[in-house]
């Protein structure tokens, strides 16, 4: 086993690939030695050592010291400077580097190899005594603090003190001598501390320096980042000893992070913070305004165009944009980190389209370049990131589920009513909720976003929010609701109705006022690099969409058709015509109320009318594209009014006693409405209201035909789960379509499918197929009943299940992500089964998953035809099925490759 | 193709295999007289002529008429008659005849051949002008209203005008004149209706009968007859022409219905009742009271004798039981009918056991004649058949769905408490309630019956109920129950608290008052026959029991373990001790509203003294046979109050606010609680639970074990989904148990599965196969997430998709027998999979269906180990568990003999 790879003079042991092995700037100094860049030399201890070192109780490999020391000489005898050396002494900088980037979280040990003999070689050596003191004194705390665990704050304490003896403001205005003074400080308070003096063998100090970068890994920072980050499957860390270079050695010195190009835009100009004599930490601290890099030019000429061959180096080197750290010594450049850069979701598109065009990387490669998230982050709009911190974080109120990221700010209104009051006199609203209903579509609609106590990443007010690309926060457990008082309160804070609030959807805080917000413009490369995917992309990709105006946005945004209408939303709102949405909720609670059949069918006339038009003006926006329309949903109960007062006017409008008004809401409430009166199975019994939205269907599509506009409808009906069942609904849509369409005597050619979304259905596949001509997975529902899950409740343990910390039983929340192994099961084997029956059976999916990156690719590989996802998920739909066919073809290139 | 077979002087085309084409009062007129016994001649028409009569627009094949003609020819050879003659003329019966018995809903004509010429010929060879002229009217009444439609009453009404000008009361009592002078009135009726006189021919007399007979097949009593019996699958109704026998020839003639042996008690005893000169049609009608058979022998010994040889042949021959109908004329004994008879479930028996001791037939037959049913009905009270029918209509409250059959006295009541107030001071209650919950099982406990308005056949009254035998109407939707006032009304008919209501749990139906029943003691021959099941089974039959009283009566009927002990149950009563049912619940309600881990464990340590005493209890009366206890697993708001009094209430008790009490159970509110936060979720997020459970059962075990109870204890963990879910509970479980076993230095051996009734567990049985070591589906949950279906509130459309009037998508409820296509897929690849894994996984069934006669025959199909049904099930279990090692058999051989 080798433990320790050295890089130096040209050569490496190790090289860029090595990151697993090596951290990430452990390969990347050696792949950047190898390739002929100025880099200070040192060796890496591998990130196996500190495995080994945490699995044998916190003992070094017996082989470790030994490859060290050798090592150690190798450097000695490069750099012809020795560890300790009274006249020049070698310093090392001792640092932690995992293979993925964790910033500031595990340790660092710089000047390592001063005591108070070399510290005079390197006074000498540099002509510069105050550099060297203030070198030695950064180091004894450094080591102190990190190696010993002396507390930082009694250094600190001690530095302020001599200051202030001094009469002095800055460190920069301490003499040499002040250094020593505090020197020799710090070296009583150590002893003093520890009953023993400060190491002076610098090989001492470098087993403590090298013990105390592995301990970091395990302290409780790492730790906890590697939790929230989903970091999994690393060995350790590794430990890099690399020769000191120094930016504060004057003016012909300093120190630089930068950008190959700009991570906020993705500009290809050099990006970049300079510092004049200074060292690297203090960049990072912020300490002094560091300069533009532009002004390196001006201040060092030949540094900077060095700086700009290496940058165009590492540009070609790696192929993507590189994240560079650098130190100028006396004038000679040294780098001391190269990186791929973070990078802003609009920069991410810029740069990977720039670099297909500058011929750096291949079409594909761009594409799977760009996560999903980066998709979905474009069109948020974010809490303005220059807002101070703390002062966010007074204000903040409670925390939720981030539902739909992004952010939003509105004066807080407790009932969608409210909200489309308020908002109808051009307030801007967040709707704050318990738990929302499809009768709160409307307000819900109009609000900036939504807030609600209960409820998880997909429950109703997630899914529609989501839909909309809204921002929303879900299941504040905390947050006591007063709908009587109309305020919301938790942690101290409390809000009144009308008062400001604003939610950030993409951490779930919920702040106090009015923040500042900004939302991003999507850049033109991500229109470029979303038509390239189309290119590759084999899955079809259409949107759920229940309105005209859904359709026309979706459309623009490349659906190729709708694969999910909703036809009940058109029952709450006329989105059209809001101030007609009245009437329609009045149709759709006088049919549920009827007693009679007769009495329902009457009411289903008056909705008649609104629903051919909203058909209409779907499939004019969708003109030419294939339109799936789900018939009624979900259960009756959920239209029509549940407290008293609402109830009593209701009556009063429809003619009936508020006596019987409750008793028919009291008959449709539900032990499980999820697993009840719905779907496919109203129409099984309410037959007059599959005939009135058929009706609503085929008239619609007669009028655009005649309009020589191109309909392509799809009838879809939920929730079935036995082929005579399908036949009944099949026989009732054919009956009714065929008789309109021969009176017409106009073209109209419609197909009849179902949804699969529960397990008997998937089960059952073949028999359905019998009947159905299109299967279209409705995954959400296909997740609760597989799983037994209901995405409204499960906010309260579902967290638990997929928290790593926790129970952990699940890697992602499976209303998100589907979940392959098991729902993913009946979907194969639905498809499978489907298919044996009818070859040409189309297939598509319809739940959310259908807007969810790794889902996508799912339906990708299990053969289905098209996804379905809402417009504002397109582009994670696109451009995931696209990767998942370079996926795949890497797949069959590998096992080429192995045959 | 033949249409017409002939049965005559100890000869017959047919037999009595061919039921399904002659009907089985052809087949048996035919078989009869194959044997020798004495039947009056005919032929008969078969069930494929009415199926082609109603495919062809209702019109004869072409060959018919020549087929009947000639058999007519052969009739009037054989009986050296002809129809219509003028002397001694043939007369005929027209009988209807399917191979499924539908009592008197098809037509019949008697007499048919006489017309004004040879209604002489009649008389003088009868030597009864009398006799013969009622036989005329008689058939010109009949012919009239069956064959042409005329009003039955128009015919009654002129027979009274004819009484009262004569003035006399009964038929017997008017002459021959005056039955002329009626024939002339009918005949003059006739002409003026049909405009055509009565027809004379009497060969148009027979084709008329035939096709009046076939159209009664599809007349509408019978139609409605078929579908409430379920009855499908037949061709038709065949046509029986028979020579007319008479009872009615004077005091040496008669006619009788006799069983083989008593119907009611199985007794091997001449049973049946016998009419003096009279035709069967009399004793049906019940004008005049009949005398017992045994009088047969005094008045005319040697038919009685005759009859009695018939009784032994028949009985003999068909190895049953057998319904017989005869006419005796002039001493001379027909036999006009025999068929399989009906008998109660105790008769059933009695007779199977009896047959196999005479050495008629073999254990296996008995074995298969019982069915399900009659072992179910076995125990229920049922409502005094000798009640009179009208009055009971009258009675009629509502109607609901029959969920437990039996019938129930008792007054009403409408709160559990109420009902368990009023039974501690001696009452006999019926609980109305809306729908009940695991608060109300304690007043459940103490009802006679429960009724509810809302629920399906697996609702929780339903469930709860069948457990215990109690009979339970569910889903009478159409009662109002007012709470306040303590009332429920339906159809105009108002109850109060405390009024008698009475429950017939077999058709459900609710009458107001007190009406009485009759409970039936199982016979003998009942645990005989179930120890000849024992013997033949293969599947092992455990019971599911919550107490050990439960447990104590479960092992009386033939229990061989507990296959679920639901321990929430013990947490609302305690059963041996019900004075202190309310600590249980006072405690387990502190445990649900605590805040903290802590405060939760100390509510939870008072839980544990009950639990485990329990547990002893149940370890006891299972002393040596296994015991599954499934850890809690319904959602926590079942157990505490949701009215704000009852909450207030409970809040002063264990000292919190009314507040703090009304918001946790607000929290706890789920939109669909069978989907939310139960089952092993429970123990995932609150450990403590588990531990609590785990302690009192392993406690319990050691205490049994050291008193020498012998404890085989399976711990059932409910609602898994995941290996790695499976994987945290069984090593929690493992963990507490073991260190109390260590410190107990006792030793107890207990296993770890878990319940498979969600979806996802079955796909992965494999995997979760690693971890259990046992499988218990649980198959009422497993249905719910299958099929999408929430058994509490499926009454609203579920008899809709079973009804075959109506959608008739099933062909039973699912809840009630497992839906083999869908649920049975699952549950079958749940086997395979986890068996793969772990060969000798122990499997089996504790939901609903392992009291389900057709699931358990299932169960065995997919090799199940055991079944588990509630006690009063075990013997529907134990028999049908035998059943299918029939059936099996059955298969083999059939496969053997095709080989």
Redesign the interface.
């Known amino acids: 086993m080798k433990y320790v790879y050295f890089f130096g003079a040209g050569k490496a042991d190790g090289d860029g690939e090595m990151k697993d092995l090596l951290g990430g700037k452990g390969a990347g100094l050696a792949e950047m030695t190898r390739i002929g860049l100025p880099v200070p030399s040192g060796f890496t201890i591998t990130t196996e050592t500190c495995d080994f070192y945490f699995k044998h109780n916190r003992q070094f490999p017996k082989d470790l010291r030994a490859e060290v020391e050798k090592n150690l000489k190798r450097l000695e005898n490069l750099t012809k400077k020795k560890l300790g050396d009274a006249k020049d002494p070698l310093l090392v900088s001792v640092r932690s580097g995992s293979a993925r980037s964790m910033p500031g979280m595990m340790e660092t040990i710089l000047n390592l190899g001063l005591n108070d003999a070399s510290v005079a070689g390197l006074a000498r050596a540099t002509r510069n005594e105050r550099f060297a003191f203030d070198a030695y004194r950064r180091f004894v705390q450094m080591y102190s603090s990190v190696v010993i665990g002396l507390p930082k704050d009694d250094f600190e304490s001690r530095l302020r003190a001599l200051k202030k003896r001094l009469g002095v403001k800055d460190d920069t205005e301490v003499s040499a001598e002040g250094w020593r003074e505090l020197i020799g400080e710090y070296k009583r308070y150590f002893q003093e501390k520890t009953g023993k003096p400060f190491p002076e063998n610098p090989h001492e100090q470098l087993w403590g320096a090298i013990g105390a970068v592995f301990e970091s890994w395990m302290g409780e920072k790492a730790q906890t980042y590697r939790r929230v980050e989903k970091i999994t499957g690393l060995l350790g860390t590794a430990v890099n000893v690399v020769q000191m270079v120094y930016g504060n050695t004057g003016d012909d010195s300093g120190t630089g992070v930068c950008f190959t190009r700009d991570p906020s835009t993705g500009e290809k100009t050099f990006f970049g913070d300079f510092l004049l004599n200074a060292q690297g930490e203090d960049v990072v601290a912020g300490i002094r305004t560091p300069m533009h890099l532009g002004e390196l030019s001006k201040r060092m000429p030949k540094v900077y165009k060095q700086l700009e061959r290496v940058r165009r180096t590492l540009e070609r080197h790696y192929r993507d944009m590189q994240d560079l750290e650098f130190t100028v010594e006396h004038g000679t450049l040294y780098m001391l980190q190269t990186r791929t850069g973070k990078r802003t979701p609009s920069a991410a598109f810029q740069i990977a389209v720039d670099m297909v065009d500058e011929g750096l990387i291949e079409v594909e490669e761009a594409l799977e370049r760009i996560k999903s998230d980066d998709v979905e982050r474009l069109f948020y709009p974010v809490i303005d990131p220059r807002m101070n911190r703390a002062e966010l974080s007074s204000r903040k109120v409670v925390e939720g589920i981030n539902a739909v990221p992004g952010a939003a700010v509105g004066k807080a209104v407790f009932t969608a009513e409210d909200a489309e009051s308020w908002a109808a006199r051009g307030e801007k609203v967040i709707l704050v909720r318990h738990?929302t209903s499809p009768e709160d579509v409307g307000g819900m609609n109009v609000a900036q976003g939504i807030l609600t106590a209960t409820g998880g990443k997909t429950s109703h007010a997630a899914v529609v929010a989501r839909g909309w690309g809204k921002c929303c926060i879900v299941g504040a457990?905390k947050l006591d609701i007063d709908l009587q008082k109309k305020t919301m309160s938790s942690n101290g804070h409390a809000v009144r109705e009308g008062e400001w609030i604003t939610l950030d959807g993409s951490d779930g805080s919920v702040y106090g006022g009015q923040i500042d917000l900004i939302r991003p413009e999507p850049p033109k490369a991500f229109y470029t690099l979303l038509k390239w995917a189309d290119k590759v992309r084999k899955l079809g990709v259409r949107t759920n969409a229940d309105t005209p105006q859904d359709a026309r946005v979706a459309r623009e945004m490349g659906a190729e058709g709708i694969g999910l209408v909703r036809t009940e939303h058109m029952f709450f709102k006329d989105f059209e015509h809001p101030e007609k949405s009245g009437e329609r909720q009045l149709a759709i609670q006088e049919m549920i109320l009827a007693d009679t059949s007769d009495a329902r069918k009457a009411a289903l006339a008056k909705l008649l009318p609104f629903q051919r038009g909203d058909f209409v003006g779907i499939f004019k926006a969708m003109d030419g594209l294939p339109v799936t329309i789900r018939l009624l949903d979900p259960p009756l109960h959920e239209f029509v009014p549940h407290d008293p007062a609402k109830q009593a006017e209701l009556a009063r409008k429809i003619g009936l006693s508020p006596e019987a008004v409750a008793?028919r809401v009291e008959?449709l409430h539900?032990?499980?409405?999820?697993?009840?009166?719905r779907?496919c199975?109203l129409c099984?019994?309410y037959p007059e209201i599959l005939e009135m939205q058929i009706r609503a269907i085929i008239e619609a599509a007669i009028e655009c035909q005649k309009n020589k506009i191109k309909v392509i409808p799809e009838i879809m009906h939920p929730?079935t789960?036995?082929k005579?069942?399908m036949q009944?609904l099949d026989q009732a849509t054919r009956r009714v379509a065929d008789e309109i369409i021969a009176k017409a005597k106009v073209k109209v050619e419609y197909t009849v499918g179902t949804m699969i979304?529960?397990?008997?259905a998937a089960?059952?596949a073949d028999q359905i197929a019998e009947v159905a001509e299109f299967f279209s997975f409705g995954t959400n529902?296909l997740t609760?009943?597989?799983?037994?899950?209901?995405r409204?409740?499960?906010g309260?343990?579902l967290p638990?299940?997929v928290d790593e910390r926790k129970?952990?039983?699940?890697t992602s929340d499976p209303f998100q992500t589907i979940?392959e192994?098991?729902?993913g099961?009946?979907v194969e084997w639905g498809i499978e089964r489907g298919r044996k029956t009818r070859p040409n059976l189309k297939i598509g999916i319809c739940g959310e998953h259908g807007g969810d990156a790794e889902s996508v690719k799912f339906c990708h590989r299990v053969g289905m035809d098209y996804v379905s996802a809402s417009p504002f998920r397109l582009g994670v739909a696109r451009l995931a099925a696209a990767q998942a066919v370079l996926e795949e073809r890497q797949k069959d290139k590998a096992k080429k490759s192995r045959n």
């Open positions: 738990e457990e008793r008959q539900e032990a499980n409405p999820m697993l009840g009166h779907g199975r099984i019994t929730l789960m036995d005579k069942e009944i979304e529960l397990p008997r089960l059952l529902d609760q009943t597989t799983m037994g899950l209901s409204d409740d499960a309260r343990f638990e299940y129970a952990g039983i699940f979940d192994a098991g729902v099961l009946l």
